[in-house]
């Protein structure tokens, strides 16, 4: 009765999701903040004075929301946790300046980024190409490369976790391919400078689709938003999940030339014209406009990996360093499941992945001050 390329998925894993107990859950990279005030009351308002708007489709091209996102990527230049706040006024580092401005027709939402994600996959990678990546990134691209039969091959990490960048440009050119790698990396943590992807975006053919994931980005990258002006190829996908504290709220996005978009939109109407719905839309606008609160917790977040990176190497811990709201570690004492299923006991989760080569690590969330320091007290027990 089923297809063959039914029998031959083999789908992406979430971080644990327990209904038995209640848990500090530091496994699946989630803001540990709430939204901001306004956030929850437009949500509340938008529900109260228009009943009805729940009944009627929403704007299928959530016009509003991607004018509001490009403004707030102007306004922060993309990177949360640098931005300067001044009282409910926000300002990108200078660093991090936008030589131009972003534009809503740069802009694709999506149903989350993973949703996002899906369409780059069918919109910009083929079935005759070998897609090329790191070997260890975000695990939803390999489910989306066998969903669509995209083959793939996958270049080894440096072995301070780096990702290769000589390898993969020698490898996309000899299999005349994409690219696609998160940056900052997932599960690794670590990020390549905007000089770093300009100059791979040099060597890269640039009648293939570059695809850099700035989920973390918030968090400690340097966002690669600046090179569109220079690099029509590049896409960059990103979330409300992390920094924007709504992994609830399923929003994701795109930014790329408006050729891209107007591709990546085609996709989308193909399957389904109504991608976002109407009380997403309206939060999604109203995060956007409160930027000053995200970047405030994101500079919490930092403030508390870092210190948690300090606690860790004290203990004689690897940890890698970290541009993301989450730490790849290693205990000196256990392995990684070991490491899992102790935390596990006394309340706590954090990411084991068995893979090869990442099996002996463990992946942890940033959670807030209180959750940290309970984690902390977890390892003093070991």
Same mark, same amino acid.
């Given at each position: 009765?089923?297809?063959?390329?039914?029998?031959?998925?083999?789908?992406?894993?979430?971080?644990?999701?327990?209904?038995?107990?209640?848990?500090?859950?530091?496994?699946?990279?989630?803001?540990?903040?709430?939204?901001?005030?306004?956030?929850?009351?437009?949500?509340?308002?938008?529900?109260?004075?228009?009943?009805?708007?729940?009944?009627?489709?929403?704007?299928?091209?959530?016009?509003?929301?991607?004018?509001?996102?490009?403004?707030?990527?102007?306004?922060?230049?993309?990177?949360?946790?640098?931005?300067?706040?001044?009282?409910?006024?926000?300002?990108?580092?200078?660093?991090?300046?936008?030589?131009?401005?972003?534009?809503?027709?740069?802009?694709?939402?999506?149903?989350?980024?993973?949703?996002?994600?899906?369409?780059?996959?069918?919109?910009?990678?083929?079935?005759?190409?070998?897609?090329?990546?790191?070997?260890?990134?975000?695990?939803?691209?390999?489910?989306?490369?066998?969903?669509?039969?995209?083959?793939?091959?996958?270049?080894?990490?440096?072995?301070?976790?780096?990702?290769?960048?000589?390898?993969?440009?020698?490898?996309?050119?000899?299999?005349?391919?994409?690219?696609?790698?998160?940056?900052?990396?997932?599960?690794?943590?670590?990020?390549?400078?905007?000089?770093?992807?300009?100059?791979?975006?040099?060597?890269?053919?640039?009648?293939?689709?570059?695809?850099? @994931?700035?989920?973390?980005?918030?968090? &400690?990258? !340097?966002?690669?938003?600046?090179? +569109? %002006?220079?690099?029509? =190829? /590049?896409?960059?996908?990103?979330?409300?999940?992390?920094?924007?504290?709504?992994?609830?709220?399923?929003?994701?996005?795109?930014?790329?030339?408006?050729?891209?978009?107007?591709?990546?939109?085609?996709?989308?109407?193909?399957?389904?014209?109504?991608?976002?719905?109407?009380?997403?839309?309206?939060?999604?606008?109203?995060?956007?406009?409160?930027?000053?609160?995200?970047?405030?917790?994101?500079?919490?977040?930092?403030?508390?990996?870092?210190?948690?990176?300090?606690?860790?190497?004290?203990?004689?811990?690897?940890?890698?360093?970290?541009?993301?709201?989450?730490?790849?570690?290693?205990?000196?004492?256990?392995?990684?499941?070991?490491?899992?299923?102790?935390?596990?006991?006394?309340?706590?989760?954090?990411?084991?992945?068995?893979?090869?080569?990442?099996? @002996?690590?463990?992946?942890?969330?940033? &959670?807030? !001050?209180?959750?940290?320091?309970? +984690? %902390?007290?977890?390892? =003093? /027990?070991?």
């Amino acid at each position: 009765m089923l297809s063959t390329r039914m029998n031959n998925l083999h789908p992406y894993v979430p971080g644990e999701q327990p209904k038995d107990r209640v848990y500090i859950k530091l496994n699946a990279n989630e803001n540990p903040y709430p939204p901001c005030r306004e956030v929850i009351e437009r949500a509340s308002s938008f529900i109260r004075e228009n009943p009805k708007a729940l009944s009627l489709y929403p704007d299928p091209d959530s016009l509003s929301l991607h004018k509001a996102i490009a403004d707030m990527l102007n306004q922060t230049g993309g990177v949360l946790c640098r931005a300067q706040i001044d009282g409910k006024n926000v300002s990108p580092a200078e660093e991090d300046k936008i030589p131009f401005q972003v534009t809503p027709d740069m802009i694709y939402t999506g149903n989350g980024s993973d949703e996002v994600l899906s369409f780059v996959f069918y919109a910009f990678f083929s079935s005759n190409e070998k897609l090329t990546l790191p070997e260890f990134t975000y695990s939803f691209y390999p489910v989306y490369a066998g969903f669509y039969d995209i083959p793939m091959e996958t270049i080894p990490m440096k072995e301070d976790w780096s990702i290769d960048t000589e390898k993969l440009l020698a490898k996309a050119k000899e299999n005349n391919s994409g690219i696609i790698f998160a940056n900052p990396n997932a599960p690794s943590g670590l990020g390549l400078s905007r000089n770093e992807v300009r100059q791979m975006l040099l060597k890269a053919n640039p009648e293939k689709i570059f695809v850099v @994931d700035e989920a973390y980005c918030d968090f &400690g990258g !340097e966002s690669s938003i600046p090179l +569109l %002006k220079e690099f029509k =190829n /590049l896409v960059i996908v990103r979330t409300f999940s992390k920094s924007l504290c709504g992994a609830g709220q399923r929003l994701g996005f795109i930014v790329a030339s408006p050729e891209l978009v107007n591709a990546v939109t085609t996709v989308k109407n193909s399957l389904n014209h109504f991608p976002l719905d109407a009380l997403s839309q309206v939060t999604g606008e109203e995060a956007c406009k409160n930027a000053c609160y995200y970047a405030d917790c994101a500079k919490k977040v930092c403030k508390e990996r870092d210190s948690f990176i300090s606690f860790l190497k004290e203990k004689g811990w690897f940890v890698n360093p970290s541009q993301t709201n989450f730490v790849l570690a290693k205990s000196p004492k256990m392995p990684g499941k070991e490491v899992y299923e102790f935390i596990k006991k006394h309340g706590i989760l954090v990411r084991h992945f068995a893979s090869k080569g990442i099996e @002996d690590y463990v992946r942890i969330t940033i &959670g807030t !001050e209180e959750e940290m320091k309970a +984690l %902390k007290d977890v390892i =003093n /027990l070991m």
